[in-house]
């Protein structure tokens, strides 16, 4: 991916918690599908103010629904596979340009077209994943519900933001086009890899490990876009500790590898720090220099 410089921008807004300097800042929307979400309208070829979720936690680079890609290209995407929530499946487009903030990203050859509901009404219409957040050297500053693009590169963490309390906590790019960062669980005596996002609630686990070790009730199945409805349980109350700092939230807790489909060998992530959790602790994550701040 290639993006359009324009003139650098610092972002010195006065009372704010966010000192990272970017080329530009886009306000973010908060919807409830699914559990809290934030969304970007973004132009996509010549479709203009399409709802993308700004996704955490998804490999893709990009993805839109069945309904934008038949307005942009005037007829029904050919089916590749069974994925998404519509009998339509998973399909591809090619994409040549996508503009979110008036900055220009170039688009891909094979972007993913699926649907988030089974009638392919949703308040979404796609999403930007993890490798776009990285491309654009993007951060999402939960204190101010900004979408930062263009965020200069730092040798070492923002000192403004540690002057104001801030935690730091190195995050790790894996091969599976994501972020993880490790995380201690008192009640496995360990630690594990999990991934800082921007979706859904406070803390969601891989249930194997936490069987018996931590009080659940089960919830309803979860349905995943693989097809899959792994069962599901939730926790009041998970401790957890990260870069010193103990602390609890409330869990979702289901078999990760049944929902992705995957060998338990090959789960990369055991979970994700969610919407909620960022909001609750202030917190920045700094795609381009690979770091999360949080307020302890």
């Known amino acids: 991916m290639r993006l359009a410089v324009p003139l650098l921008l610092l972002l010195t807004v006065a009372g704010t918690c966010s000192a990272l300097p970017a080329r530009r800042s886009v306000p973010l929307t908060t919807i409830t599908f699914e ?6 309208p973004a132009d996509v070829d010549g ?32 089916k590749t596979g069974d994925y ?12 040549r340009r996508v503009r979110i903030g008036g900055q220009t990203f170039s688009g891909e050859p094979d972007v993913p077209v699926f649907d988030f509901t089974e009638n392919g009404d949703s308040p979404v219409q796609g ?33 403004a933001l540690l002057a104001k309390g801030y935690r730091c906590v190195p995050i790790t790019t894996v091969s599976g086009g994501r972020t993880t960062l490790r995380a201690f ?15 859904a609630s406070a803390l969601t686990l891989h249930l194997p490990p936490f069987r018996g070790k931590v009080p659940m009730a089960k919830k309803s ?9 792994p069962d599901s349980f ?10 010193g700092v103990r602390m609890a939230a409330p869990a979702t807790l289901e078999d990760l590898a049944e929902y992705g489909k995957v060998s338990e060998h090959d789960l990369e992530t055991y979970g994700m720090l969610g919407y909620d959790w960022m909001k609750e602790h202030r917190a920045v994550l700094d795609y381009a220099n690979l770091r999360l701040y949080f307020k302890p």
Do not use: C, Q, W
């Open 35 to 40: 559990g809290h979400r934030y969304v970007v």
């Open 47 to 78: 479709a203009t103010r399409v709802p993308l979720m700004v996704h955490g936690n998804s490999r893709m680079y990009l993805s839109l629904t069945h309904k934008v890609a038949a307005t942009l290209y005037g007829a029904r995407v050919r």
């Open 84 to 95: 998404g929530y519509s009998t339509r499946g998973k399909g591809v487009v090619r994409v």
């Open 127 to 159: 999403m930007v994943g993890v490798p776009f957040l990285l491309d654009a050297g993007a951060a999402v500053d939960f204190t101010k519900d900004r979408l930062l693009l263009g965020v200069a590169r730092e040798a070492g963490p923002d000192p």
């Open 185 to 199: 669980f008192p009640a496995l005596g360990r630690d594990l890899p999990i991934t800082p996002s921007t979706v």
């Open 221 to 229: 199945p979860d349905r995943s876009p693989n097809g899959t409805t």
């Open 234 to 243: 939730r926790s009041d109350r998970v401790a957890f500790e990260i870069a």
